[in-house]
């Protein structure tokens, strides 16, 4: 069963930062991997989506990378914002699980002034 | 419609009693999936709708809960005889395909549904 974890649960950096989420998953046979994140009491927004066959993707000051034989991919985000607080969740749509998509727990990131 | 759209947004409901929450996808995906995320829980797949398809429905908890989906487009997830425990954010998503077909799933506001 795959299983996928982010660490950290929750992180707190200061305007202007840049910084590195991490998502772990399990097994290695994926189709894909997507970035969302999740403002409080709303729904999830995408952020970036990777294909099983490549190794980043980049959208404004986002870049996400993934290597599928360590099972790792991470979110970096440059410059951050106060407006860049949020859930940041990875989701894996894989191999073995038909459609649906096997989501993180998250990390709950915190921008400072 | 330009996104997902789900409603209610908010539903209070007695211990016991049936609810109904509504999906609306993005026109032309064919692909309707719904989540539920419990508070301080990762999101939980519940079902699947993929065209004509017979829906996956690994993810339902228990059979008090159903799902249909009318016309490849709105579908409506069913809890009957409520429990405390159902209390959750059941968030609807959309893609144009499949989740393995490499396209991005859309996300809806969610439902937050307390049984009390």
């Known amino acids: 069963k795959q299983e996928v974890t982010q660490i950290p649960a929750a992180l707190s950096v200061p305007e202007g930062e840049n910084l590195v989420l991490n998502c772990s998953f399990t097994?290695?046979?994926?189709?894909?991997l997507q970035w969302f994140r999740q403002d409080p009491g709303k729904g999830l927004t995408s952020l970036l989506l990777?294909?099983?066959?490549?190794r980043e993707q980049t959208s404004g000051r986002l870049n996400a990378s993934l290597d599928k034989s360590s099972g790792r991919s991470t979110l970096y985000i440059a410059a951050s914002q106060p407006g860049d607080s949020a859930t940041y969740l990875c989701?894996?749509?894989?191999?073995?699980?038909?459609?649906?998509?096997?989501f993180g727990t998250g990390t709950q990131l915190k921008v400072e002034l | 419609g330009a996104g997902v759209s789900q409603s209610p947004s908010n539903k209070v409901t007695e211990k016991g009693k049936d609810v109904e929450l509504r999906c609306d996808p993005i026109s032309g995906h064919t692909a309707l999936y719904w989540y539920r995320q419990s508070l301080g829980q990762g999101l939980e797949f519940l079902i699947y709708f993929q065209g004509n398809s017979a829906p996956d429905k690994s993810g339902l908890p228990s059979d008090r809960f159903s799902a249909e989906r009318t016309g490849g487009s709105v579908s409506t997830l069913t809890i009957q005889r409520t429990q405390q425990e159902d209390s959750a954010v059941y968030l609807c998503a959309s893609s144009p395909q499949g989740a393995r077909f490499g396209t991005e799933a859309f996300f809806g506001q969610g439902t937050r549904l307390t049984v009390v």
């Open positions: 990777i294909q099983s066959s490549q």
């Open positions: 989701a894996i749509s894989e191999g073995g699980g038909g459609n649906k998509l096997t």
């Open positions: 097994d290695s046979a994926i189709y894909n």
